[in-house]
């Protein structure tokens, strides 16, 4: 053994420390560090590793059903299944993105772009990339299980409509919703949930959407699932009960057929909606999916408007059905005798211009000397045209607007039109200019301005014929707060008006043909121009500028159960041949139905208590076929106004 | 020279200190491992630390001195096995560090027995400088000494083995008398050296891109979700939600499903720290801190300065091991590949920190004895 190491006692002490003191400092150091993560820090490293370990998955919760008034189903819910992509580990996703795209057949580049379009949610949230599964995607992902570990499958309720587009415009329908609607919901909503779009859908989302569960499972570090968590179930939405009768809807929808145009039915004692079509309609089972933006661009351009629901919608001029507010307001004023008459040659000059009665054009005889009663029962517009000159618009447009005209009604739908009552104030204040005196005229007769949705005049002719209580028409069978205009209208007015719109059908009336036996149908028809007569007379008979017919009657007599306003676009007809068969129809519906339930024979599905489960297999009504092209023009924006 | 002292004259609070560390990493590498395909590992383990205790008393019993004798001869058996390493090696996970010895029945990773020859190697040099002071042509031959093996790890590539080299000869420079200025001059070189690791202009050209991938995620985790970014993430998040108490033995939920990148061997005490909370950290870390004092402590007291040097070659590499594994759980350093001493699984490393151990003890027993 050398001796290199001999007499080498002499030890850095001092330096021996310094290295001790060294130890004790990266200790501590480290030391520190752990305190700021595992004490200072602790709670959010917390939360991360939960996050990590624990996948949720949402249990969609059902959408309540909308029933009938009777309890019978009129939207349901389908069973369908939708395929989750889950997105914590992106290495895992983009690892089996093509044997995805190839086994459940959606394009590469749809994949990517759904995944890219979501980038912004957070990782633990999946995202569905294909809806309505079919047996072979159910049969692939299962198969796939353990070897594409990112595909999970739910359950999902769709919405089943009744087919052929039954009550579809009042019913709506659901789809994915839009990120203001995300925004405004205040968390509720999350990206790829179904909300309400349109009509009651969206009117009574809150009630009918039900909170979403979850599914929580621990999954380890390569997304397998390890063991399940206590799961937080779905609330299901609540159903609504509507106040529509599925047995009148039926009928309106039968009734009104393949034309253009719109019923709806109301109980005027409480306002509750018992029918409400519109024509043409969409099959909103087409859309319970997804409708691409090409898609609805096409619909939302279709001259026949599918989408617009006419019942609330149509702004169209009220024709002679607005001779019963000028008939009513006469009545209530008194600024005219009762024993006003006119003589109707078929024609007359008011302001220097002429202006013809529809008998002018009807291969009858004129009307003669006409009394109020008759003037409403034969619709003669020279009457109305003097009445409305002695009347003058204020007292037109206040009677007029008292009974709801230019106003919503507060129905429980979304985007009710207002329609437009003009008066002096309003020319004013739209045009800068003042009322012409020839304007009154053509008001007199619901042309001009005038401009009414089909579930006004039903809340309107309702209300006068109950004494002058209008009730806020409503959708929901039990709604709360249902509001009650009040504008009593003397007895007297009240019983001579009655009798002027009974007297329509049942004393020979431009109604007559309509008349039900042991049934006190009384009513009012009405012929709105599109355009005006002399304009018509330049352009020929085109059926887009053929007339709007409308038929608005009631049942009883007074204090009505029933009034029913239908409307019939360009039907080319009068009022009450187009529209008044279509009434007429719906109010002894009504009563077949409540007598058989008096005597005891209606044994329908309706007087068991519990509502059928499912809904009938096939409903028989006719497809809701589309007219010619035909524009629903809005009368304020074409009719001529006569001068 | 008299024979071998006794059994009385063992450090056993060393030895102590050392047996809690190891079970500390049994218990930790059963509980990571127990539900899984590894199962059984901690025997395995327990098998490593058994011949590791077997080698640490055999090496004891020979005089230091009779071994530092041969310090040059083991530092050529050394080199020769890491040009053997680079040639006949076995790779795994993409880099040859691995070489079949037979009889052993299991692959032994060289660079652990090249930590141990230039210990050994260093300790000779600096005990035959004999001056207070050491001037820069001892301090070049120093680096030169260290640098041919350092070049060869690298080339497996080992950059973990090879940084445990740096602090070896710093702290033997220091304590043979480096002077300030060179310390200073030394230290400047260092950070310039960090830097250009940092920098990536300069980095693409001397790193590899494991490991230029390594340094960035580091630097940005978020921005790689999945590779060593993900894995520090992962570590953090298992230590800080470990909070202080701990989520218990076994309950870890980032340990037992995996979310810990190698939880049994580099991480093992990112499961430790989740399982066992800061309490439990403050244990793990006040026995390598007892650990780390005691060799130190035992430098102070050995018979001469060969002997001091050994001991503080095995402090400093042991000491560098714990504070780069450590921060590296604690996502203050980048990921290295460096074990976590005596409680990380693994058969190499444990058998170096044993016979480490067993040169100090040496050491020890020989402080009496002339």
């Keep these: ?643 | 020279m008299k024979d071998a002292p006794g059994t009385r004259d063992y450090d056993w609070w060393l030895l102590a200190i050392l047996a809690t560390i190891c079970a500390l990493g049994v218990l930790e590498i059963y509980s990571a491992t127990h539900g899984s395909s590894l199962a059984g590992m901690h025997i395995k383990q327990v098998r490593w630390l058994a011949i590791g205790f077997i080698l640490m008393f055999a090496l004891s019993r020979l005089d230091y001195h009779q071994i530092l004798d041969q310090a040059y001869i083991l530092y050529i058996v050394g080199l020769v096995a890491l040009v053997a390493v680079l040639l006949v090696g076995h790779t795994r996970f993409g880099a040859k560090r691995w070489i079949n010895v037979p009889g052993l029945g299991e692959l032994l990773q060289v660079s652990e027995l090249v930590k141990l020859i230039i210990i050994i190697v260093l300790a000779r040099f600096f005990a035959e400088v004999r001056s207070d002071e050491l001037d820069l042509r001892d301090l070049i031959k120093a680096a030169l000494l260290v640098g041919v093996p350092l070049v060869l790890i690298l080339k497996q590539p080992d950059l973990g083995t090879a940084l445990v080299l740096m602090p070896m000869v710093a702290v033997g420079a220091f304590l043979a008398g480096l002077k300030w200025q060179h310390a200073a001059v030394f230290s400047l070189a260092g950070v310039l050296l960090v830097g250009a690791v940092f920098y990536p202009p300069v980095s693409k050209k001397i790193l590899k891109p494991y490991q230029r991938e390594r340094i960035t995620s580091f630097l940005h985790p978020e921005e790689d979700a999945k590779g060593s970014g993900y894995q520090l993430l992962q570590s953090k998040i298992a230590v800080g939600s470990g909070g202080f108490w701990g989520k218990g033995f076994g309950n870890g939920t980032q340990n037992q499903l995996g979310y810990i990148p190698v939880r049994y061997s580099d991480f093992i005490m990112s499961a430790w720290a989740e399982e066992q909370g800061f309490k439990g950290v403050l244990l793990a870390l006040g026995l390598y801190m007892a650990l780390l004092l005691r060799l130190v402590q035992n430098a102070q007291r050995a018979k001469d300065r060969a002997g001091m040097f050994l001991v503080m070659g095995v402090a400093a590499a042991l000491g560098f091991h714990v504070l780069v594994n450590v921060a590296m759980v604690i996502g203050a350093m980048p990921v290295t590949g460096i074990p976590l001493p005596l409680m990380s699984y693994g058969g190499s490393a444990t058998l170096f920190v044993f016979l480490a151990i067993g040169l100090v003890m040496n050491v020890r027993l020989r402080r009496f004895v002339n």
Excluded at chain 1, 220 to 244: H, M, R, Y
Excluded at chain 1, 376 to 387: E, M, R, T
Excluded at chain 1, 563 to 588: C, F, M, N, T, Y
């Design chain 1, 1 to 643: 053994m050398s001796y290199w190491f001999r007499n080498d006692n002499r030890l850095p002490q001092a330096r021996l420390a310094v290295a001790s003191y060294i130890i004790v400092g990266m200790i501590g150091v480290l030391l520190l560090g752990f305190w700021k993560l595992q004490v200072i820090d602790s709670d959010k490293y917390a939360t991360l590793a939960e996050r990590n370990r624990v996948r949720e998955i949402p249990i969609i919760a059902p959408r309540g059903r909308m029933l009938d008034r009777d309890g019978r189903v009129l939207v349901d819910n389908r069973p369908s299944f939708s395929v989750l992509l889950l997105r914590d580990d992106m290495v895992q996703v983009e690892k089996h993105l093509a044997a995805i795209s190839d086994g459940l057949g959606i394009p590469l580049d749809d994949l990517k772009d759904q995944i890219s379009t979501t980038k912004a949610l957070p990782k633990f949230q999946p995202i569905i990339i294909k809806q309505e599964a079919s047996p072979a995607d159910i049969a692939y992902i299962e198969s796939h299980r353990s070897d594409i570990p990112v595909l999970e499958m739910i359950s999902v309720s769709r919405r089943r409509y009744l087919p052929d587009g039954f009550l579809s415009h009042a019913a709506g329908y659901v789809g994915e919703v839009s990120e203001q609607q995300i925004e405004a919901s205040n968390g509720k909503l999350r990206m790829g949930d179904f909300a309400g779009k349109f009509g009651l859908e969206r009117q009574y989302n809150d009630i009918l959407m039900g909170t979403d569960g979850k599914r929580r499972v621990v999954v380890n570090s390569i997304g397998k699932e390890v063991s399940p968590l206590p799961a937080q179930a779905a609330i299901p939405g609540k159903q609504i009960q509507l106040s529509i009768d599925f047995d009148l809807q039926q009928v309106a929808e039968q009734s009104l057929g393949a034309r253009p145009g719109a019923v709806v039915a109301l109980d005027p004692r409480n306002g509750e909606v018992l029918a409400m079509a519109s024509h043409p309609a969409l099959d909103p089972n087409d859309f319970a999916v997804r409708v691409s933006a090409d898609e609805w661009k096409k619909l939302n351009e279709d001259e026949e408007k599918p989408l617009l629901n006419r019942a609330i919608q149509a702004q169209l001029a009220p024709g002679s059905v607005f001779k019963i507010v000028m008939a009513t307001a006469m009545y209530e004023s008194k600024a005219v005798p009762e024993s006003f008459t006119t003589f109707c040659p078929g024609y007359g000059t008011f302001y220097g211009r002429q202006f013809k009665c529809w008998v002018f054009w009807s291969h009858k005889p004129a009307h003669g000397t006409v009394d109020i009663h008759r003037a409403v029962n034969q619709s003669c517009d020279i009457f109305f045209y003097n009445l409305g000159m002695r009347l003058g618009i204020d007292r037109i447009s206040y009677y007029a607007s008292k009974f709801g005209l230019g106003r919503k009604t507060g129905i429980d739908l979304p985007s009710e039109e207002p329609g437009l009552m003009p008066s002096e104030e309003w020319v004013q204040r739209a045009f800068h200019r003042r009322w012409y005196p020839g304007e009154t005229v053509s008001v007199a007769i619901g042309q001009g301005a005038v401009t009414t949705t089909p579930l006004q005049l039903a809340r309107l002719i309702g209300g006068i014929a109950s004494g002058g209580v209008f009730m806020q028409p409503h959708m929901l069978k039990d709604a709360p707060d249902i509001k009650e205009d009040r504008f009593p209208l003397s007895d007297s007015t009240v019983e001579k008006i009655t009798d002027d719109m009974y007297g329509v059908i049942n004393e020979g009336g431009t109604g007559a043909a309509l008349k039900l036996q042991d049934i006190e149908f009384s009513g009012k028809s009405g012929t709105a121009q599109v355009i005006g007569y002399n304009t018509r007379d330049r352009v020929g008979k085109q059926k887009k500028f053929v007339d709007n017919a409308w038929f608005v009657g009631y049942a009883p007599r007074r204090n009505p159960e029933i009034v029913v306003s239908v409307l019939v676009q360009e039907s080319g007809k009068h009022g009450g041949e187009a529209a008044g068969p279509v009434v007429r129809d719906i109010i002894k519906a009504y009563y077949d139905k409540k007598n058989k339930k008096t005597q005891g024979q209606y044994t329908a599905e309706s007087k068991s208590p519990e509502p059928p489960r499912t809904l009938p297999a096939a409903i028989t009504t006719p497809r809701v076929g589309r007219a010619d092209a035909s524009t629903t023009t809005s009368a304020q924006a074409t009719a001529e106004r006569e001068r």
